[in-house]
């Protein structure tokens, strides 16, 4: 359900050529909830790279510990904190992998999910802005999950929905029809996302060796031969 993320430095002006910045990308091997995100988001109608808290945080919140990290996509409308946001406050959250972990017998196998490539992800988010003395962070941000690729779902049923480079104005704009969001809410294609095991170091979130995300084996992905 996307609760740890391996963000490294990531090239987002060449992936985000208008991106405004006035802070680097926050960069971490294992990057827990409850901690800071660098996140894309529109301001003055141009994308700009902020600092949110990991948690989504409405105004009413009392307790940190129930601040939600994920929404499901199907269910963005059952509850206003997440369809308020999903209409006018929509961002996205740059990262190289997602975490996972698959049960076996004795213990669960942490795999580390990224692109074939190895390239950047720009992971589907809704953020919202709070006044509270709960923490130094204004904003805060929750991810949007979808169902997983057949290949994948041994890991774990639900991943954050990845928007392309191509569909980042469209997603980051509120003037955006909800109809048009919603259809980029999608499980990635079978071919774009690929698996390996890492280390059960990762294990501890408080652990920000960068050894977490080294593979220690080979990758699980898509073979087009299985299809046919």
């Known amino acids: 359900m996307a609760g740890r993320l391996h963000i490294a430095d990531l090239a987002l002006n060449s992936l985000v050529p208008s991106l405004r910045r006035d802070q680097p990308l926050r960069t971490s091997p294992n990057r827990a909830p409850r901690h800071p995100l660098s996140a894309i988001r529109l301001e003055s109608g141009e994308p700009y790279l902020a600092t949110l808290f990991w ?9 940190l510990d129930h601040a939600p990290h994920c929404a499901r996509a199907e269910s963005l409308d059952e509850r206003p904190m997440f369809r308020d946001a999903f209409a006018a406050r929509r961002c996205v959250v740059p990262a190289s992998g997602v975490y996972a972990w698959r049960p076996q017998p ?7 999910i990224t692109r074939a490539d190895r390239g950047p992800l720009l992971l589907a988010a809704l953020w919202c802005r709070y006044h509270t003395t709960l923490t130094t962070w204004t904003d805060s941000t929750a991810l949007i999950t979808v169902a997983t690729s057949p290949l994948l779902s041994p890991l774990t049923d639900r991943l954050p929905a990845l928007i392309a480079a191509a569909d980042l104005a469209a997603w980051l704009d509120p003037a955006t029809p909800l109809t048009t969001a919603r259809a980029l809410l999608k499980p990635a294609p079978a071919e774009l996302l690929g698996a390996f095991p890492v280390s059960r170091q990762v294990n501890d979130p408080s652990n920000q060796d960068w050894a977490c995300g080294r593979p220690t084996g080979r990758m699980l992905r898509w073979d087009p031969e299985q299809e046919r």
């Open 55 to 63: 948690g989504l945080t409405p105004p009413w919140l009392k307790v």
């Open 106 to 112: 004795r213990m669960k196998q942490p795999f580390l």
